[in-house]
T-cell receptor, first 114, second 113 residues
Framework: DQQVKQNSPSLSVQEGRISILNCDYTNSMFDYFLWYKKYPAEGPTFLISISSIKDKNEDGRFTVFLNKSAKHLSLHIVPSQPGDSAVYFCAASGGTYNNNDMRFGAGTRLTVKP | DAGITQSPRHKVTETGTPVTLRCHQTENHRYMYWYRQDPGHGLRLIHYSYGVKDTDKGEVSDGYSVSRSKTEDFLLTLESATSSQTSVYFC????????????FGQGTRLTVV
């Protein structure tokens, strides 16, 4: 069962515009959410996280929004840059008795066009 | 960059043979994880360790075993490789568990023929 879903396999935006990547989850017990970025032939790298006690977390050009009632989170990148082109994974944890069981979405490939 | 090294980086093996992947860290982090990445599935947790000799199963543990005899090393073993285990395997480390940032290795591409 896919408890974390990224329904858009790909997204293309123009440089300088906003990129919005979406993620939905089904397990209401999840209490910590993360976004990772992955370039080809490299491991994922941590981007930003948010605890369920917050609804927004910002770090430079990156902002994550959490809507617990809708079980939805989104990553906003403003302004988008060509170097942001990568696959973005949403992840969630805390859904079982053991909070080490982190679940990832299938990823969204972002392409930022110059 | 976090000191985490996976070996080998690429491997081709035959069905039915045993395979061991190694993850080595120099960060002295308590938690270590093995994930596999497959198209359409993202990253799925295979096994993890929360200390020396302390391991537990993840989401897709069938067909895999792990061992951690030292803080710095976490081994993933496929006792008898199958074609369904063809994947990219990532090791990750974390200082305080999953509700915190994890650092990933560069991955091992395993092909079972």
């Amino acid at each position: 069962d896919q408890q974390v879903k990224q329904n858009s396999p790909s997204l293309s935006v123009q440089e300088g515009r906003i990129s919005i990547l979406n993620c939905d989850y089904t397990n209401s017990m999840f209490d910590y959410f993360l976004w990772y970025k992955k370039y080809p032939a490299e491991g994922p790298t941590f981007l930003i996280s948010i605890s369920s006690i917050k609804d927004k977390n910002e770090d430079g050009r990156f902002t994550v929004f959490l809507n617990k009632s809708a079980k939805h989170l989104s990553l906003h990148i403003v302004p988008s840059q060509p170097g942001d082109s990568a696959v973005y994974f949403c992840a969630a944890s805390g859904g079982t008795y053991n909070n080490n069981d982190m679940r990832f979405g299938a990823g969204t490939r972002l392409t930022v066009k110059p | 960059d976090a000191g985490i090294t996976q070996s080998p980086r690429h491997k081709v093996t035959e069905t039915g043979t045993p395979v061991t992947l190694r993850c080595h860290q120099t960060e002295n982090h308590r938690y270590m994880y093995w994930y596999r990445q497959d198209p359409g599935h993202g990253l799925r947790l295979i096994h993890y360790s929360y200390g020396v000799k302390d391991t537990d199963k993840g989401e897709v543990s069938d067909g895999y075993s792990v061992s951690r005899s030292k803080t710095e090393d976490f081994l993933l073993t496929l006792e008898s490789a199958t074609s369904s285990q063809t994947s990219v395997y990532f090791c990750a480390i974390s200082e305080s568990g999953q509700n915190s940032e994890a650092f990933f290795g560069q991955g091992t591409r395993l092909t079972v023929v």
